[in-house]
C-alpha cells in the first residue's frame, strides 16, 4: 500500500476537508447546539475545527453506550465538555452515564457477594409466581425471610432480586455475604485483629438490609456461633432490621447444625439461636428440590 506523503498534502485539500468537518457540524443540531452554548461561534468552530470534529466524533460513540456492557466492551468511561471561553479552549471531564448508574449502584453495597451479571436482576424476573406470592406476607409485616430447598433453585437469585429491589428504591448501607466466606473472614479477625473483627461485625450489624447466602455452610465453632452469629442476629433483631436467609436446611435443621453443649451439657446457645430465628421468621419458605438454573 502506497504511504500518504503529508507534504504532497495540498493546502486548498486541506481548507477543503475543514470546510467538510464545519458543515457536518454545524448541519448536526445536537452537536452544533452544544458548542453554541459551551461559547463557540462559527469563526471559532471553524478556528478550532480538529477539537471540535473530535468532539463530534466522539460525542456520537457515548451515544452508542446505554448500558455497563457497553462500558465494558467500549472501555469508555469518561465524557467531556468542549468549552471557550476568553479564547481559550477546555474540556470539562465527566462520567458516562451508565457507568454513573454502576458506581451510584455499587456504592450502595457493603458487601456484594454475588456476580456484576446479576446487577440488573429483579423481581418481575422470577418465573416462579408461587414464591412471590409467599414473599408478600414476610415483606408486608416486615418479618425476617429465610428461603430454603436445592441448590440452584432459585433461592438466591430471588435474595438478589429483594435486595436489588431495595437499592432500586434508593437505599444503602446493603449487605449480601456469602456465609461460608464472610464467617470464616470474620473468625480469623477474631484472633488477629480485633479492631477489624469489631468493624466489620458493626457494618453487618447495622446494614439497613443484610442477606446471609448458603447460611449453614459456614464452618462452625464457637467463637463463629458465640461470637459473629448469634451477636449479629442479636442485634438486628432488637433493632428490628431486615434480615434475608438462603440455605441447603430446614430452619430445624440449621439449628440443629449450631447445637453445640458446654462443659456442663447444656445447649443454651442453642436455645437463645433458636429464640431470636423462630421470634423473627414467621414462616420458612421452601423453594423446591428441584434445580430450575
Partial sequence: MEKLNLFNVKKDDLSEYENECFVQIKKDPEVYGLLLNNGFEDATIKKYIGSCHTFYDDYYKWKKIKTFDDVVNSGIRYIYTLKLKDGIISRERGIIPPYQEYIDYQSKYIYKDFDDSFDSVSLKNI?????????????KEESWIYLYGAIRSGRTYCSIALINSSAKRGSSGLAFIDSATRFKELSDLFFNDKVGFNRMLDSLKNAYLLVIDGFGNEYINDIVRDSVVIPLLQYRASNKKMTIFTSDFSLNDLITLYAK???????IREKQLANILHSMIKDEIYTGYTSLY
Fill in 127 to 139: 418465573d416462579n409466581k408461587e414464591l412471590i406470592s409467599k414473599l408478600k406476607k414476610p415483606l
Fill in 261 to 267: 453443649r458446654d462443659k456442663s451439657g447444656n445447649n
